[in-house]
């Protein structure tokens, strides 16, 4: 407000600057007004549709308002926290759902040291959200030294969806050591014709550790399927 002679200008409003010492974690993102307000948004492709808090029933979610010209490059900076222990990965979890079916949408999880969209990792991607009841999603990532990081939901969406809500994100460090080994590859399903109730999956065993050192070609690996009626352990090497 600018004030001269006991006259009052309307005031001014600035950019979001956020102050204060990283956090500690778990950190949990409802989100709630305080949430809403540690939060940065960013319009990566300046089109004027990005996330906004929008208030359902008794909560807050994080909604994505949609373009019907542009795809969605838009990010959800959560703050900064610290992490300290280089022996074990973090985990990112958060729900995810639309308001209406027969609009899929995306989303991705970063993170990083800075919070500018070119200084993040992905370490997820989610595509194809169609359901309308919230269901949740888990991520990990490993650091190099302790210090301070950022974790991001990008969504990238395709143009002319509807609505992606996010609810509930939550960073913590895991009890998965960084030398256990990563996750398979080119995972594939085939469905059993003639309407069995059977599949046919393939993939491919990890040959690095969580945080990328090579594994021994003659490890021996055990991977496990499951589906909701049986799980099978399926053994072999990198």
């Not at 309307?10 to 409802?30: C, M, Q, R, V, W």
């Not at 059993?192 to 003659?218: C, H, R, V, W, Y």
């Amino acid at each position: 407000v600018a004030i001269s002679h006991n006259l009052e200008s309307h005031p001014g409003t600035s950019n979001k600057y956020i102050a204060g010492d990283a956090l500690d974690l778990p950190l949990n993102i409802e989100p709630t007004e305080e949430d809403i307000e540690l939060c940065t948004i960013i319009d990566n492709n300046n089109d004027g549709f990005t996330w906004f808090p929008r208030y359902i029933d008794t909560y807050y979610v994080f909604s994505y308002s949609y373009s019907s010209q542009n795809a969605a490059d838009d990010w959800l900076i959560l703050p900064p926290f610290r992490c300290e222990d280089t022996e074990y990965a973090y985990s990112v979890s958060a729900e995810s759902a639309v308001a209406i079916n027969g609009y899929p949408e995306s989303y991705e999880i970063y993170y990083g040291t800075s919070p500018e969209p070119e200084a993040m990792t992905k370490i997820f991607l989610k595509e194809g959200i169609d359901n309308t009841s919230w269901k949740k999603d888990n991520a990990l990532f490993t650091i190099k030294e302790a210090g301070i990081y950022y974790v991001a939901i990008r969504c990238v969406s395709p143009a002319d969806r509807f609505d992606l809500r996010i609810r509930n994100i939550k960073v913590e460090k895991s009890e998965v050591s960084t030398s256990s080994p990563d996750v398979p590859t080119q995972i594939e399903s085939v469905a059993a014709e003639g309407g069995l109730l059977k599949a046919t999956i393939s993939f491919n065993m990890p040959t690095t550790t969580i945080n990328g050192e090579p594994l021994k070609a003659d490890l021996q690996l055990e991977a496990t399927v499951k589906t909701l009626a049986d799980r099978q352990p399926i053994t072999g090497i990198p």
